[in-house]
């Protein structure tokens, strides 16, 4: 059974830093990939980036591109979320996912298993 264990979250000001952790287990991480997400009160849950397992082709939503890096660690099965110049508008409850094929990486129906989420503040 996978698992999917994020930490990193919290509270920092506009213009600040955070970085994600999600630490995976369970499987041969090989094939498919992993997926950040973001849910903010109220609004629906969010693709906001995704890296490859293998080869570690990544893709981001337009509205973090240029300020969110995703990165993985295969030695230690884990992915990052590097978030530079947050805004409010980033505040929400990331979750990240973890998908076994190469499916639609977009949509949160390509994902298998999910993390727990972690909270993410950004105060103005």
């Known amino acids: 059974q996978v698992q999917l264990v994020e930490s990193g979250g919290g509270l920092v000001q506009a213009g600040g830093s955070l970085r994600l952790s999600c630490a995976a287990s369970?499987?041969?991480?090989?094939?498919?990939?992993c997926g950040w997400f973001r849910q903010a009160p109220g609004k629906a849950r969010e693709f906001v980036a995704a890296?490859?397992?293998?080869?570690?082709?990544?893709s981001y939503s337009d509205s973090v591109k240029g300020r969110f890096t995703i990165s993985r660690d295969n030695a230690k099965n884990t992915v990052y979320l590097q978030m530079n110049s947050l805004k409010p508008e980033d505040t929400a409850v990331y979750y990240c996912?973890?998908?076994?094929?190469?499916?639609?990486?977009?949509?949160?129906?390509?994902?298998?298993?999910w993390g727990q989420g972690t909270q993410v503040t950004v105060s103005s």
């Open positions: 996912a973890d998908r076994l094929y190469s499916s639609n990486i977009y949509t949160q129906g390509s994902y298998n298993y």
């Open positions: 369970g499987r041969t991480f090989s094939s498919g990939g």
């Open positions: 890296i490859r397992w293998s080869g570690g082709g990544t």
